[in-house]
Nanobody, 124 residues
Framework: QVQLVESGGGSVQAGGSLRLSCAASGRTFSNVYMGWFRQAPGTEREFVAAISWSGGTTYYAGSVKGRFTISRDNAKNTVYLQMNSLKPEDTAVYFC?????????????????WGQGTQVTVSS
């Protein structure tokens, strides 16, 4: 069973930065997508970014491209989301997820395992 634990959320002012981490345990990954999604109150869960675990190819939603960077540390089984130039509209609960075997990487329904989420709040 795969377990995902997110950390690094918090409250920042607009223009600030945060780095989210997602530590995975339960198995060794090879051919998977690791993704970040977010969900604000009253909205659908939306794709933020994803990375292929083996090749490191990255994917971004248009709303975060150029501001967010996804990366992974294979040795630590951890994926990161560096978020810069944060805006109030980035406020949401952020979830990491694993798509295994890889189908996605942008559709939430293609992901098989999810973390519990971490709150990010950006004030203006």
């Amino acid at each position: 069973q795969v377990q995902l634990v997110e950390s690094g959320g918090g409250s920042v002012q607009a223009g600030g930065s945060l780095r989210l981490s997602c530590a995975a345990s339960g198995r060794t990954f090879s051919n998977v997508y690791m993704g970040w999604f977010r969900q604000a109150p009253g909205t659908e869960r939306e794709f933020v970014a994803a990375i292929s675990w083996s090749g490191g190819t990255t994917y971004y939603a248009g709303s975060v491209k150029g501001r967010f960077t996804i990366s992974r540390d294979n040795a630590k089984n951890t994926v990161y989301l560096q978020m810069n130039s944060l805006k109030p509209e980035d406020t949401a609960v952020y979830f990491c997820a694993v798509d295994m075997p890889p189908i996605g990487p942008v559709v939430a329904g293609d992901y098989d395992y999810w973390g519990q989420g971490t709150q990010v709040t950006v004030s203006s």
